[in-house]
């Protein structure tokens, strides 16, 4: 069975700073992976997805993610953070192979201080 | 607004009660997905129909039922609940099979 893995819980920055969220996957074969983001009080939407292609995936908001196959991750990143990116980010993994049903994250939490 | 809806937003309710939450999807998505998001389980996949199906069960709790109706709407039945139930309750839409999902904003379930 697929799994992912975050390993920052909660982030704290101030504005202008540089993201970098971490996230690896457990699964073998072909991936689809996904960075999602929850505003406060809003529903989750999507930030950016890879199917395939280019690893390097641009998103909403100037955030990007570099899928590296070899290390299993797929990190999100932004240059400069802005007070209005404080939220909750899931990453999260589909397979062809294995289930097709995306399994997520356990999110990380990301406070902007302006 | 997403274009998925959820009701209700929030549901208090006390041990051993039994609850419906329900979810109409995007228009022209056939499938709905529902998860459930604690503080300590993160968002677990529960139960996934497509056109009226079900599809795939994941961590779902033989007390929780669910089933998509021939109008695409959907909905969760939590019986005998307990506190550990207590959570926040997501469905999604897809237009067919999984990838992309659009979620609603949820619907918040106390259970005292």
């Known amino acids: 069975a697929q799994s992912v893995s975050q390993h920052n819980h909660h982030v704290i920055l101030s504005e202008a700073a540089s993201l970098e969220l971490g996230c690896n996957y457990s699964?073998?074969?072909?991936?689809?992976l996904f960075w999602y983001v929850q505003y406060p009080g809003q529903h989750l939407q999507l930030l950016l997805k890879?199917?395939?292609?280019?690893?390097l995936v641009k998103g909403i908001k100037g955030f990007e993610a570099e899928f590296i196959k070899s290390k299993f991750s797929f990190n999100l990143r932004k240059p400069s953070v802005q007070w209005s990116d404080t939220a909750e980010y899931f990453c999260?993994?589909?397979?062809?192979?294995?289930?097709?049903?995306?399994?997520f994250g356990r999110g990380t939490s990301l406070i902007v201080h302006p | 607004d997403s274009g998925v809806t959820q009701t209700p937003k929030h549901l208090i309710t006390a041990t051993g009660q039994r609850v419906t939450l329900r979810c109409s999807p995007r228009?022209?998505?056939?499938?709905v997905y529902w998860y459930q998001q604690s503080l300590d389980q993160g968002l677990q996949f529960l139960i996934h129909?497509?056109?009226?199906?079900?599809?795939a069960k994941g961590n779902i709790l033989e007390r929780f039922s669910a089933q998509q109706f021939p109008d695409l709407h959907s909905e969760l039945n939590l019986s005998s609940l307990e506190l550990g139930d207590s959570a926040l309750y997501f469905c999604?839409?897809?237009?067919?099979?999984?990838?992309?999902?659009?979620f609603g904003a949820g619907s918040r379930l106390t259970v005292l």
């Open positions: 999604a839409s897809s237009v067919h099979g999984a990838n992309v999902l659009t």
């Open positions: 699964y073998g074969g072909t991936v689809n």
């Open positions: 890879y199917f395939s292609g280019d690893p």
């Open positions: 999260a993994v589909s397979s062809s192979g294995g289930s097709y049903i995306p399994t």
């Open positions: 228009s022209g998505d056939l499938s």
């Open positions: 129909y497509y056109n009226g199906e079900e599809r």
